[in-house]
């Protein structure tokens, strides 16, 4: 029961490309959608609770029509504060962004914003897990990159250092998570390696 | 800068009505608008990293105008999955719900939806820090109350109980937060004494 009022709605062609890009690989998933059937699996078998959160939106006007659920008429999207992903696991704090990029050399920085990264490092600092998934779609290839490698190339780049991370580098910095069936991103086995 | 394209906007009456019920109290202030402010405070002096969630919406069309940014010109609100609030502090994880009721004598249980109970089951069961900010509006009184107090009344609820939990039993199975200057429902010493 997603809908106040039990109506599916089809999203529209522009909500949806906005939302999330798809048709990036040939496996047909985008990042996003396997991190999110990623988390539902954690969840089904009771190993996580990790869920993405809504999208930032500011409403500017309701619509109330009679017997039906109130219609939001304007809003617009908001740059999020923090990072995209948060929850539970094994008693601790786990916190993550996922970027892809069609790139096949570099990862460029600009995918993240600087509230994020402080985001991040105040996770860091309070003893939490945090990290970057990172894919390279034209590899097919996705990397778990913690965020205290991160950090050093961000630095660089506020100091007039290259403005993104060689791929060469995230797969010797990162851990390659191969996609499987069900957990398709199962980057908790990284946590598990890197922490437990 | 929330807004992409920098332009300020002014949320609806409507909208606001929604959004957070305000003016039930001489000070002017909702619980929601408290936390908030708590959070930020606690972000900070960097005691805490916790935020509230955006509201969940369904984004059913997107505009695109020349040289601004989009507009969400259909949406509808979704129910949360999860709860309100989550974060990390002193490396453990953080997760509540916030509920003011304007009734003197009772915390009707209708204000708690059961995928949010079990969300919270979850984080219990995860070693997760987990409780619900309870507020009745009349008596200017905020209190904190363990999930594992919660779930009794639920249980109570579901075969035929009562309904609400009696004021009575908030104040003997809860922990009163008086209202402060800066951290103005200041929780987290709740948590302090609970869990450190």
């Known amino acids: 029961m997603n809908y106040p009022n039990g109506q599916k709605k089809i999203i529209s062609k522009q909500a949806t490309s906005w939302q999330s890009k798809k048709s990036f690989s040939n496996r047909g998933m985008s990042l996003e959608d396997d991190i999110n059937t990623t988390n539902q699996f954690y969840l089904d078998i009771d190993r996580a609770v990790i869920h993405k959160k809504p999208t930032p939106v500011q409403i500017v006007n309701v619509h109330y029509p009679r017997r039906s659920a109130a219609v939001i008429t304007e809003a617009y999207f908001k740059q999020a504060s923090t990072t995209d992903y ?20 570099i990862f460029p920085l600009a995918n993240i914003h600087e509230h994020q990264i402080n985001h991040m490092k105040s ?69 598990d390696k890197l922490y437990f």
Not at 87 to 105: I, M, W
Not at 132 to 138: D, G, K, N, T, Y
Not at 157 to 178: A, Q
Not at 179 to 189: E, I, K
Request: charged share 30%; with cysteine; net charge positive.
């Open 86 to 105: 948060n929850g539970l696991y094994r008693g601790k704090y786990v916190d993550f962004e996922a970027k892809e990029t069609k790139n096949k050399t």
């Open 123 to 191: 996770i860091v600092e309070h003893e939490g897990i945090c990290f970057l998934l990172i894919r390279f779609a034209a590899h097919e290839e996705t990397y778990y990159m913690q965020a205290e490698k991160l950090f050093p190339y961000w630095y660089d780049k506020l100091h007039g250092g290259r403005k993104s991370i060689p791929y060469e580098k995230i797969k010797l910095d990162g851990f390659h998570i191969p996609l499987q069936y069900q957990a398709r991103v199962d980057y908790l086995s990284v946590i």
